[in-house]
């Protein structure tokens, strides 16, 4: 991903780097080609706006132009401003990963759209959060509508090799809910993980559910999983669950596809919520941390 970004500009940047001595008029040429770059690859417009205001307040404010290595300067200010964009700057201190800095049982939510790839993103964290932190993980699905989604994740649960609950058909998902966090307690599990359903496209209904589950719940880590190919359209869907339900995270998936990045940038700061893993596959051991500077090295080549 981010391909078609960063051979953009790329081909800004080598313009640049040609020059002894750049001018302001370079200055305003290479911002205005980022521009382009940017919203070519689904940036949202006042992200784009914001992005390169903020690009061309430094890059003048640091004197840019009487500078040793002018490109180079204003390549890194445009990757700052990358890396703080994509959530970058909030430090190592756990924020940008999963928070299991809570009493046990924690309860995970796992929000989305149907196809999304919410169901695989919950064993991948489940056989993770087993496999590196130890912990004990339950897996259950919220999804009454669709009873392959409930075999589906018990399928993923034996993969990941971690307990699914089992299903009792004519249980609302609020019930299920329910029953799953007194397994949990009772049982002495560290991790709730609850895969609710989702829909074809945003409707009220599957919000108020949502809602519902949430409310109830009351879970730690709310986290909405989103298809990075669908560009502009995850980013819609970011802000409605933002808005509608509220999420603590975002899991970006297919980023092993070619879409291009741009819905990273816009989700972030539509919603202000940080991204905090990556799919990077159909395999469950393809979840990846969410790294902005790589990411912004990524778009910039
Ligand atoms: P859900 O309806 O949101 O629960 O979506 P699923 O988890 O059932 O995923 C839908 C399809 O996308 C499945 O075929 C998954 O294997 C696939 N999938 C999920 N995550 C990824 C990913 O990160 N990369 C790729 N290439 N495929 C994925």
Known sequence: MFEALGNRLTGVFDKLRRRGALTDADVQEA???????????????????????RVRERAV?????????PAQQVIKIVNDALVEALGGGEGDDGKRGLDLNAPSPIPILMVGLQGSGKTTTSGKIALRLRTRERKKVLLASLDVHRPAAQLQLQTLADQAEVTGLPIIAGQTPRQIAERAMDVGRREL??????????????DEALMAEVADVKAFV?????????DAMTGQDAVNTAKAFQEKVGVTGIVMTRVDGDARGGAALSMRAVTGAPIKLLGAGEK???????????IANRILG
């Open 31 to 53: 911002l205005r080609e980022v521009r382009v770059a940017l919203l070519e690859a689904d940036v949202a417009l006042p992200v784009v706006k914001d992005l390169v205001t």
């Open 61 to 69: 404010g640091q004197e840019v132009i009487r500078s040793v290595s």
């Open 189 to 202: 599990y560290d991790i709730v993980i609850l895969d609710t359903a989702g829909r074809l496209a945003i």
């Open 218 to 226: 009351k879970p730690h880590e709310t986290l909405l999983v989103v």
């Open 284 to 294: 469950l051991d393809a979840l990846e941390d969410f790294h902005p500077d790589r």
